[in-house]
């Protein structure tokens, strides 16, 4: 977690305060999105989207001012890099707020970029869902904005941009929503978010890899691999499902003085289908921390712990468990499951889960296993004094079975969709290949017009179909669905490659709704459409 300013990025902080009465002039200018909705949809900031606010609780405003600006993160013994974050740390400082209530978050954007944010998880009115081009209008550098919404839902969220690969830099944060009537009983609390590094390590960004991706790719898209369409391949294959012509010796295909190659090749997970990923990280953290120099929490023997996991990733799952303990999932994506108890969790990036733990004597390693690709993330729960465990030590619990995924929750009662045939049915084909780098949905990439209708009231069913040889982590916004058979409710879902999934949901949120793949460097190739709602 820990950071600090550069001398540089101090003084463009200054320059742009120093322009106060600018950034006042422009928060309107992002109010609303640059395109406009086809004839028939509501528009996100219509009056339907209005109504639907005025119908929320309101209880006490929680008012926030964020900064998004430049700054450095410390990677242990390995020393800093540059970054993007919130403020002066990695992940940004958590915001709080009680359900019922509203949140009041001015974002003044010290960035040389556009930016926005996205409130993962909620459902919360449609314009201040910080979609660029489709719920609001990107947030210049120099420029403010300030999101104000009821907040009806507890649970465990988090924020980050929804602009071009801003989240895989340090632009995000937790945001837990308190429940004045908290059931749980525990004496701790411990927000535990993992992430996958790369941002400047070796000149290394986002922006980067994905035009990595894509020109590593296009140059051996001719030479066979799957198709869009799930087709098979005549090329060779590295064994997990990607192309392997054109892609030995990627990195000398890149200019000189670029850094390394993160494109990944060869690694691969039973648990995930097949590929692990596409992009090599160098670096896995925990709350910001590398395995060398982890944070450490601290609890007395006997104490009941609720750890909120949150995984930001880019593009990895995380395989956790805490060394000595068992866990109880209690929540998952912010609602409430029956209880269960595992040895580990798999999570996907965008995913979330709640567990409680009671904590044993002594010091323990909490493990993020880099699912597929050979590397670990963690930090410390101390009760005692004594040694830490070394960085190499992986707790048994993480191959002691199979971790508990989402399939195998059941929501609690008060989480249950009344039971209901669906009245429309979206289905959804995941389509593209590492090949091309063309992910999208139906065959198509994204362009903000796209609209798959659906009308307030309605019961939907989302029919996610993977042709694809990929596995895909699936995000819906400003709704949360219902996996089958009285399955947990999630807002974010894993989709193996050639499998299917439905899940149910109820239209009572008007607006443009943003469905994606919650690997950035899908969706920003184009794994993205929109749910619109009718007029």
Same mark, same amino acid.
């Given at each position: 977690?820990?950071?600090?300013?550069?001398?540089?990025?101090?003084?463009?902080?200054?320059?742009?305060?120093?322009?106060?009465?600018?950034?006042?002039?422009?928060?309107?200018?992002?109010?609303?999105?640059?395109?406009?909705?086809?004839?028939?949809?509501?528009?996100?900031?219509?009056?339907?989207?209005?109504?639907?606010?005025?119908?929320?609780?309101?209880?006490?405003?929680?008012?926030?001012?964020?900064?998004?600006?430049?700054?450095?993160?410390?990677?242990?013994?390995?020393?800093?890099?540059?970054?993007?974050?919130?403020?002066?740390?990695?992940?940004?400082?958590?915001?709080?707020?009680?359900?019922?209530?509203?949140?009041?978050?001015?974002?003044?954007?010290? +960035?040389? /970029? $556009?930016?926005? #944010?996205?409130?993962?998880?909620?459902? %919360? &009115?449609? !314009?201040?869902?910080? @979609?660029?081009? =489709?719920?609001?209008?990107?947030?210049?550098?120099?420029?403010?904005?300030?999101?104000?919404?009821?907040?009806?839902?507890?649970?465990?969220?988090?924020?980050?941009?929804?602009?071009?690969?801003?989240?895989?830099?340090? +632009?995000? /944060? $937790?945001?837990? #929503?308190?429940?004045?009537?908290?059931? %749980? &009983?525990? !004496?701790?609390?411990? @927000?535990?978010? =993992?992430?996958?590094?790369?941002?400047?390590?070796?000149?290394?960004?986002?922006?980067?890899?994905?035009?990595?991706?894509?020109?590593?790719?296009?140059?051996?898209?001719?030479?066979?691999?799957?198709?869009?369409?799930?087709?098979?391949?005549?090329?060779?294959?590295?064994?997990?499902?990607?192309?392997?012509?054109?892609?030995?010796?990627?990195?000398?295909?890149?200019?000189?003085?670029?850094?390394?190659?993160?494109?990944?090749?060869?690694?691969?997970?039973?648990?995930?289908?097949?590929?692990?990923?596409?992009?090599?990280?160098?670096?896995?953290?925990?709350?910001?921390?590398?395995?060398?120099?982890?944070?450490?929490?601290?609890?007395?023997?006997?104490?009941?712990?609720?750890?909120?996991?949150?995984?930001?990733?880019?593009?990895?799952?995380?395989?956790?468990?805490?060394?000595?303990?068992?866990?109880?999932?209690?929540?998952?994506?912010?609602?409430?499951?029956?209880?269960?108890?595992?040895?580990?969790?798999?999570?996907?990036?965008?995913?979330?889960?709640?567990?409680?733990?009671?904590?044993?004597?002594?010091?323990?390693?909490?493990?993020?296993?880099?699912?597929?690709?050979?590397?670990?993330?963690?930090?410390?729960?101390?009760?005692?004094?004594?040694?830490?465990?070394?960085?190499?030590?992986?707790?048994?619990?993480?191959?002691?079975?199979?971790?508990?995924?989402?399939?195998?929750?059941?929501?609690?009662?008060?989480?249950?969709?009344?039971?209901?045939?669906?009245?429309?049915?979206?289905?959804?084909?995941?389509?593209?290949?590492?090949?091309?780098?063309?992910?999208?949905?139906?065959?198509?990439?994204?362009?903000?017009?796209?609209?798959?209708?659906?009308?307030?009231?309605?019961?939907?069913?989302?029919?996610?179909?993977?042709?694809?040889?990929?596995?895909?982590?699936?995000?819906?916004?400003?709704?949360?669905?219902?996996?089958?058979?009285?399955?947990?409710?999630?807002?974010?879902?894993?989709?193996?490659?050639?499998?299917?999934?439905?899940?149910?949901?109820?239209?009572?949120?008007?607006?443009?709704?943003?469905?994606?793949?919650?690997?950035?460097?899908?969706?920003?190739?184009?794994?993205?459409?929109?749910?619109?709602?009718?007029?």
């Amino acid at each position: 977690m820990r950071s600090h300013f550069t001398r540089r990025a101090v003084l463009g902080t200054g320059a742009a305060l120093a322009g106060a009465g600018f950034l006042t002039a422009c928060s309107d200018t992002a109010r609303r999105s640059d395109a406009k909705s086809p004839a028939g949809y509501v528009e996100s900031d219509g009056p339907e989207v209005r109504a639907a606010e005025a119908r929320r609780a309101r209880g006490r405003t929680e008012r926030v001012r964020l900064t998004a600006t430049r700054t450095r993160l410390e990677l242990g013994a390995e020393g800093t890099v540059p970054t993007w974050a919130y403020g002066d740390r990695v992940p940004g400082k958590e915001i709080r707020v009680g359900a019922g209530g509203t949140l009041d978050v001015t974002l003044a954007n010290h +960035l040389s /970029a $556009p930016t926005s #944010v996205h409130w993962h998880g909620l459902a %919360l &009115r449609n !314009d201040m869902d910080g @979609v660029p081009g =489709l719920t609001q209008r990107e947030i210049r550098p120099g420029a403010d904005f300030t999101y104000r919404f009821a907040v009806p839902d507890p649970g465990t969220y988090w924020f980050h941009p929804h602009s071009g690969g801003q989240r895989d830099r340090g +632009l995000y /944060a $937790p945001l837990i #929503v308190e429940d004045p009537r908290e059931p %749980l &009983r525990y !004496d701790k609390e411990w @927000v535990v978010v =993992l992430d996958d590094w790369l941002d400047g390590v070796d000149g290394s960004s986002p922006d980067g890899v994905l035009a990595e991706l894509r020109r590593g790719m296009d140059h051996g898209a001719g030479h066979g691999g799957k198709n869009s369409e799930g087709g098979k391949s005549d090329g060779k294959s590295d064994g997990g499902g990607h192309d392997m012509h054109g892609m030995h010796g990627m990195g000398g295909s890149r200019p000189a003085g670029k850094g390394p190659s993160r494109v990944l090749m060869g690694a691969t997970s039973e648990l995930l289908g097949g590929d692990a990923g596409d992009v090599q990280y160098p670096y896995y953290l925990v709350n910001g921390r590398t395995a060398t120099d982890p944070e450490t929490f601290r609890a007395e023997p006997g104490d009941r712990i609720r750890i909120r996991f949150i995984n930001a990733g880019g593009d990895t799952a995380f395989r956790v468990a805490l060394g000595g303990h068992r866990m109880t999932v209690t929540h998952t994506d912010g609602y409430p499951v029956e209880h269960k108890d595992t040895d580990a969790l798999l999570l996907g990036m965008g995913e979330r889960y709640d567990v409680l733990v009671t904590a044993e004597d002594g010091v323990f390693p909490l493990t993020a296993l880099a699912e597929g690709k050979k590397a670990t993330a963690r930090a410390m729960l101390r009760t005692a004094p004594g040694a830490a465990p070394a960085a190499s030590v992986r707790p048994e619990e993480l191959e002691r079975g199979r971790p508990l995924t989402a399939g195998q929750l059941e929501a609690a009662e008060s989480a249950r969709l009344s039971p209901g045939r669906p009245d429309r049915t979206v289905t959804l084909r995941l389509t593209g290949s590492m090949a091309a780098y063309d992910w999208g949905f139906n065959g198509k990439q994204y362009t903000p017009d796209q609209r798959h209708p659906v009308t307030a009231g309605e019961r939907v069913r989302l029919r996610f179909v993977n042709t694809t040889e990929m596995w895909h982590p699936l995000h819906l916004h400003g709704h949360t669905f219902a996996l089958p058979d009285g399955g947990a409710r999630k807002d974010t879902a894993i989709v193996l490659p050639g499998k299917t999934l439905e899940a149910d949901f109820e239209a009572d949120n008007p607006g443009l709704w943003l469905v994606h793949c919650h690997n950035v460097y899908h969706s920003q190739a184009g794994m993205m459409t929109v749910l619109g709602y009718r007029k």
